[in-house]
């Protein structure tokens, strides 16, 4: 390796690959992510692309970015701002300006630095000067100019050529870093396995970036970032989307039974129906349904007939399947609805991240009409979660919507690998026939669960179906049965509260103030949280992964604190919610609806704002 | 498709505990008691059938049958139906729906599932009229049909069951009429014997609503003029008289009269319901008065492979090559590290 003239160890350190939305910077940061991950360091990802797959090409709104947050200690966010930036644009300069730290090193082509783009990203001459960076560590690299000659005697197009400019970046930041390129370039040959000259040209454009690093002194400082303190295991790295998969795969199997999923295709979801559709070699039925109405009623129709049945979409596919989840709630048939989160109302913002669908999740039916309802925190713990929200619609034999989003869709971690054996128990409530009439409607006396019976079964022939029923399954319009049986199916949502484990709190029990949360602002409130006790701020942490039904010591938790704020991306739906179950506390609330995840630093002020600076309360 | 074994079913068999509620006279019973009778002459376990609906006066159906049911949400059966085959093809699906349901609200999930070749049996009750909701006009009411919501006539074109169903590369398409037991009893057998999505379009009288809808082709007077009853390997003759034939003119069907014209029986078409060219069973599906008879019996009938067959057979492609069977092994692929 080089001679390094100056490397600075660091315990956590922000990249963000930033271009347009043809320049491979997604492709960029996994690997670089995935580098890093091998190498012992704890990661946290946070993908930000334009809805768009070719976006107007070098204008802000085309940008598309990976942000990378690698650490030497334990990473529970992508990082509120960026210590490296890769920008292969003017447009990524103007596009990510304000989320630079103070002395952030940014690494540009400057052969993209023409006229033309630097007014295309609405700059009027230097971008740098116009937005106050001209003392940011800058590096300009001819990128462009060096992939054409460092593949010169190759005999590959122009196209191709421009093609592997990421890969020249990445190589800089991998000499940057010191990492090994083993990881990446075994991806290469996979990946072009089928075209060696490209494989060919993306590798050596790859080892002329890290050359190139070690070539210009500018390059300095370098950094260095020991491996986490992570505990002992196999790891791999895992996105939310597939963590969900595997989570219901895994819940399948313990439980004995073969996962159907019937969805249609919807930004953010889709990577699970994908994850699943490849794992046909696990009996993975999955149905690419006509629309979104197809994909909850098919999975419906394989729930009834004995499967684990799962439908994944996004808000406005929710919206969509509102009354045939009703259908599921009131035939009263495990069922697993999967809301990756999205920007809304409407088609929203498709590609970015928020909690909004809280309410629709909740209360988004016709009629009385209780579903439990779950929320991920993290990329890797979607896992667990997807599991859990399976367990429970079998067990309690009713559809369950689980809630992630864009951000913990996208984002990745290092995950330890779970071993199967230690997964609990999933045991499913199958009727059996006996001497005794079967009754469709008859209740397991603690879980008031029904029994599922599966078509095929010689004697326990019987109907379902959206209209009210009796105990026995005939259709009755009686009004005390309908009353009955509405109460029924309500304290039967709310009896699951028995398998939800204890809020967990983090920090003291008691103190000046609780941050709560819920879903995936797990991550930034608890490194905020974290860091302001180290502060001396009497400050707690509790993130709901339990919306319905609520931790039985919500309220004991609450009562431990002076001050309550909720924190969620929307304008307060979580808040409202608690306000109504819990109703004696005061909650002060801090929302953004930005499409944006929270950033560290701004949970960090209003809590100091909320306590008015006091750390002795 | 289910074994068969020797239960020896009667018709009663198949009829629930549940009441009937349909109006008196309505044709939904005649529909009823020929799949009661169907049922019981196919011998198949009784617990193999699932009969699924969606919403409407059809959609009760499942309701009065002896069988596991499911009475889904309106226009939503096929897609239902379609779960439950996948899920497992081993199980008898039938899908009662009738002209809104599977035509106006439905009208997506139908023409996917015949797309797909679900082997599913789509009993599709059309009385071109909304009964269930008091009588509005339906996806296959005739233009010009006053009723409730065109209380001027409706200026619609009506859908023609056949030629939709043909269109969304349906393998199998048949028509009946719902007093006629005897034919329906026939193309009911035919359907739930055929390998692959399977529509059959019954003219379902509403007593209430849209009355005398199919006169023409149930009054005694009327209906061997009217309707022709197709036979796979007969000649298509009809009428009265049965002097009457259907023959091919430049590119078109035409009603002739044996005898006349020189025509003789030699020059009628003989029904091929297995000639996989859609041409002539779009036609025929198509054919109404006055120009032509209604066509009754089973129009189409041509062998696919089945969503079930490719789906099993991908499976086991897949499980062939891949190490991965279990949660562990599937955990455990791909690119890991330890840590130490």
């Given at each position: 390796m ?5 490397v ?27 580098t890093?991950?091998l ?15 070719r976006?107007?090409?070098g ?10 947050h ?9 990082g ?9 644009n ?21 052969d ?20 106050k ?14 992939v ?9 197009d ?13 190589g ?5 870093f ?16 089928k ?5 060919e040209a993306?590798?050596k454009?790859?080892?002329?970036g890290?050359?190139y ?5 500018a ?5 260095r970032v ?10 791999r ?8 998969s ?25 990577g ?19 629309d ?5 009623c ?6 009834f007939?004995?499967r684990?049945?799962?439908t ?11 009354e ?5 709630m ?10 990756v989160?999205?920007g809304?109302?409407?088609?929203g ?8 669908d ?11 009409s ?7 925190g ?7 979660f ?5 367990k ?15 951000y ?17 128990d ?6 059996v ?35 009210e029923k009796?105990i026995?399954?005939s259709v009755s ?17 709310e009896?699951i ?10 920090g003291r ?30 400050v707690?942490?509790a ?8 931790p039985k010591?919500?309220?004991k ?39 944006l ?17 006091k750390?002795?309360? | ?9 009667v018709?009663?068999?198949?009829k ?23 049922l ?29 049911g499911?009475?889904?949400i309106h ?6 139906a ?8 081993d199980?008898m ?16 999930h ?5 797309r797909r ?8 009750f ?6 269930l ?15 409730k919501t065109?209380?001027?006539g ?31 009893n026939?193309?009911y ?16 009288n509403?007593?209430?609503?849209n ?50 014209d ?6 009628i ?14 036609r ?13 019996g089973?129009?189409r ?11 099993i057979e ?23 590290w330890?840590?130490?």
């Amino acid at each position: 390796m080089g001679k390094r003239s100056k490397v600075i160890k660091k315990d956590e350190v922000v990249i963000r690959f930033s271009g347009d939305s043809g320049d491979g910077m997604q492709l960029t940061g996994t690997l670089f992510s995935n580098t890093s991950a091998l190498f012992g360091h704890d990661i946290s990802t946070f993908p930000d692309y334009p809805a768009e797959i070719r976006a107007p090409q070098g204008t802000v709104g085309g940008v598309s970015g990976f942000q990378v947050h690698i650490g030497h200690k334990l990473i529970n966010t992508p990082g509120d701002f960026t210590d490296i930036l890769v920008a292969m644009n003017p447009a990524a300069i103007r596009a990510n300006a304000r989320w630079l730290r103070k002395g952030s090193t940014i690494i540009y082509d400057s052969d993209n630095f023409t006229e033309k783009q630097i007014q295309r990203a609405g700059y009027k001459a230097d971008p740098f000067v116009e937005d106050k960076l001209d003392s940011m560590n800058l590096i300009a690299a001819p990128i462009s100019t060096l992939v054409k000659e460092a593949l010169k005697d190759m005999e590959i197009d122009p196209k191709t050529v421009l093609r592997t400019k990421n890969m020249f970046a990445l190589g800089m930041v991998y000499w940057l870093f010191d990492s090994k390129l083993k990881y990446t370039e075994d991806f290469i040959e996979e990946k072009f396995g089928k075209k060696p000259l490209v494989a060919e040209a993306n590798s050596k454009v790859l080892r002329a970036g890290y050359y190139y690093g070690e070539t210009i002194e500018a390059l300095t400082p370098s950094y260095r970032v020991g491996p986490a303190p992570i505990s002992k295991g196999t790891y791999r790295n895992i996105n939310g989307n597939q963590a969900t998969s595997w989570g219901l795969l895994a819940a399948a199997e313990k439980a004995g039974l073969k996962l159907f999923i019937g969805s249609y295709p919807i930004t953010p979801a889709t990577g699970i129906l994908e994850e699943l559709a490849l794992r046909k070699d696990m009996g993975v039925k999955s149905l690419q349904a006509e629309d979104e109405i197809a994909g909850i009623c098919t999975a419906i129709g394989a729930s009834f007939a004995g499967r684990l049945a799962v439908t994944s979409t996004s808000g406005p596919g929710l919206a969509l399947k509102s009354e045939a989840l009703n259908l599921a709630m009131m035939t009263e048939l495990p069922l697993v609805v999967i809301d990756v989160q999205r920007g809304g109302p409407s088609t929203g913002l498709p590609t970015k991240t928020e909690q909004a669908d809280l309410w629709q999740a909740l209360y988004g039916r016709n009629g009385e009409s209780p579903v439990p309802v779950i929320a991920a925190g993290t990329p890797s713990d979607c896992f667990h979660f997807a599991f859990q929200a399976a367990k429970i619609a079998i067990e309690h034999m009713t559809p369950v919507i689980l809630l992630t989003d864009s951000y913990l869709a996208n984002g990745s971690e290092p995950w330890k690998i779970p071993s199967m054996k230690d997964m609990p128990d999933v045991t499913v409530p199958y009727a059996v026939k006996s001497d005794k009439e079967f009754l469709a409607y008859e209740r397991d006396p603690e879980t008031l669960a029904r029994k599922w019976a599966i078509p095929g079964t010689r004697g326990l022939e019987h109907r379902v179906g959206g209209l009210e029923k009796t105990i026995k399954g005939s259709v009755s319009y009686t009004p005390e049965n309908h009353e009955f049986m509405v109460r029924t199916r309500d304290e039967k949502v709310e009896r699951i509260v028995m398998d939800v484990p204890d809020l967990k709190v983090i920090g003291r029990k008691t103190g000046d103030l609780l941050v709560i949360g819920w879903g995936s602002s797990y991550g930034h409130i608890a490194t905020a949280v974290t860091e302001l006790q180290a502060e001396g701020y009497k400050v707690s942490a509790a993130n709901f992964n339990y919306i319905r039904p609520l931790p039985k010591n919500t309220a004991k938790v609450f009562a431990g604190f002076g001050k309550l704020v909720v924190c969620e991306l929307n304008t307060g739906q979580f808040a409202n919610y608690l306000r109504m179950k819990h109703q004696k506390y005061n909650y002060h609330q801090y929302n953004k609806i930005q499409g944006l995840p929270f950033t560290v630093q701004e949970i960090k002020d209003y809590c100091i704002k909320l306590l008015e600076g006091k750390k002795n309360g | 498709m289910a074994e068969t074994n020797n239960n020896h079913y009667v018709a009663k068999d198949f009829k629930s505990d549940q009441e009937v509620r349909w109006c008196p006279g309505c044709g939904d019973h005649g529909i009823l008691a020929s799949l009661q009778k169907t049922l019981a002459e196919m011998d198949i376990p009784k617990e193999k059938y699932v009969f699924v609906s969606g919403i409407g006066c059809s959609s009760r159906l499942p309701y009065y049958m002896n069988t596991y049911g499911f009475h889904g949400i309106h226009g939503r059966a096929a897609a239902i139906a379609t779960g439950i085959k996948v899920a497992n093809p081993d199980l008898m699906v039938w899908e009662m729906t009738g002209d809104g349901d599977a035509l106006a609200i439905g009208g997506n999930h139908y023409i996917h599932a015949i797309r797909r070749n679900i082997d599913i049996k789509i009993i599709l009750f059309n009385n071109e009229i909304y009964g269930l909701t008091k009588g509005q006009y339906s996806p296959t009411s005739k233009k010009g049909l006053t009723t409730k919501t065109s209380p001027y006539g409706t200026i619609e074109e009506p859908f023609k069951i056949g030629e939709l169903t043909i269109g969304a590369n349906g393998r199998f398409f048949a028509r009946t009429v719902d007093y006629n037991l005897q034919l329906s009893n026939e193309v009911y057998k035919t359907a739930a014997l055929f390998n692959g999505t399977a529509v059959v379009e019954v003219l379902q009288n509403c007593v209430i609503f849209n009355d005398g809808a199919f006169d023409a082709f149930t009054s005694k007077e009327t209906r061997d003029d009217n309707t022709i009853t197709l036979h796979h390997g007969e000649k298509m003759i009809f009428g009265k008289n049965r002097d009457k034939g259907i023959i091919l003119k430049d590119l078109k069907l035409k009603v002739v009269n044996i005898g006349e014209d020189g025509i003789t029986e030699k020059d009628i078409l003989t029904h091929d319901a297995h000639e996989p060219n859609p041409g002539i069973h779009y036609r025929l599906a198509g054919m109404s008065l006055p120009d032509y008879p209604v066509a009754l019996g089973v129009i189409r009938a041509i062998n696919a492979q089945t969503y079930s067959a490719a789906m099993i057979e991908q499976h086991e492609r897949v499980q062939a090559k891949s190490k991965i069977r279990t949660m562990d092994e599937l955990l455990r692929s791909g690119a890991t590290w330890e840590v130490k």
